[in-house]
């Protein structure tokens, strides 16, 4: 067995390849995920939105606060290519495995498009983002309405871009008590939170599970929904 990698050949689950019992994980509240290829299954906003737990809502209120704090950036004229590119894309979060993606776990991401999209409608369908007066708080499903090719994976993306501080905390309290030390390590992830006052992404360091080389993450399961392609 490679400290690093693991068995030479991957077990289909997450509890397989670490040596977890599959209950230990559900009983945690994650989802044990496939290491062979991607799920149709999607983080769904409206789980967190809906959510009784305080810190899930809390979760939904920070994205609220980031779009919001597009929003003010649009306001003020065009924004310069370099800083939109930093501000509104996103690499796809591959390490949780899910959405579309066969035979693997590369996504296309929220590049160019996405980030053009949502800027410019940040002035018109997100014109009162935040401030609603018929519905009683703000929705993250409205960025569907942005472009033809925003889905539920797009969202999906999004919504884990943005929590992707707590699902590191929520993987590295399992790591510790549950995945071998010579399968995990600590790793330092890009993006992973977002300074407002430097209004720039910052990394942080967390212990996660290694398997190929890169970081997996755990994803409640009661955040997730399913496709029903």
């Not at 606060?65 to 649009?74: G, M, S, T």
């Not at 014109?127 to 609603?132: D, I, K, L, P, R």
């Not at 009683?136 to 889905?151: F, P, R, Y």
Request: hydrophobic share 40%; glycine share 6%.
């Amino acid at each position: 067995m490679s400290p690093e990698n693991g068995p030479s050949e991957p077990s289909l689950y997450f509890s397989d390849h670490f040596g977890v019992h599959r209950k230990i994980v559900e009983q945690y509240g994650a989802f044990d995920i496939s290491l062979v290829a991607d799920l149709p299954l999607f983080v769904d906003p409206f789980l967190l939105f809906a959510s009784a737990k305080p810190e899930y809502r809390k979760l939904h209120d920070g994205i609220i606060d980031y779009l919001r704090f597009l929003r003010a950036r649009a306001t003020t004229g065009d924004v310069d290519p370099a800083l939109r590119k930093a501000l509104y894309s996103f690499q796809e979060v591959k390490q949780n495995w899910f959405g579309f993606t066969r035979g693997g776990n590369r996504g296309v991401g929220l590049g160019a498009k996405f980030a053009s999209s949502l800027h410019a409608n940040l002035h018109s369908i997100f014109g009162n983002f935040g401030n609603e007066r018929i519905t009683k708080a703000s929705h993250l499903e409205k960025l569907c309405l942005i472009d033809a090719g925003v889905g539920r994976d797009r969202i999906s993306d999004f919504t884990t871009r943005l929590i992707l501080d707590f699902l590191c905390k929520f993987t590295e309290r399992f790591t510790l008590d549950h995945v071998p030390p010579e399968l995990r390590r600590e790793f330092s992830v890009p993006r992973v939170a977002f300074n407002y006052e430097v209004q720039a992404w910052v990394p942080k360091r967390f212990t996660l599970p290694i398997f190929q080389g890169d970081f997996l993450l755990l994803t409640p399961a009661d955040l997730l929904t399913k496709d029903e392609t």
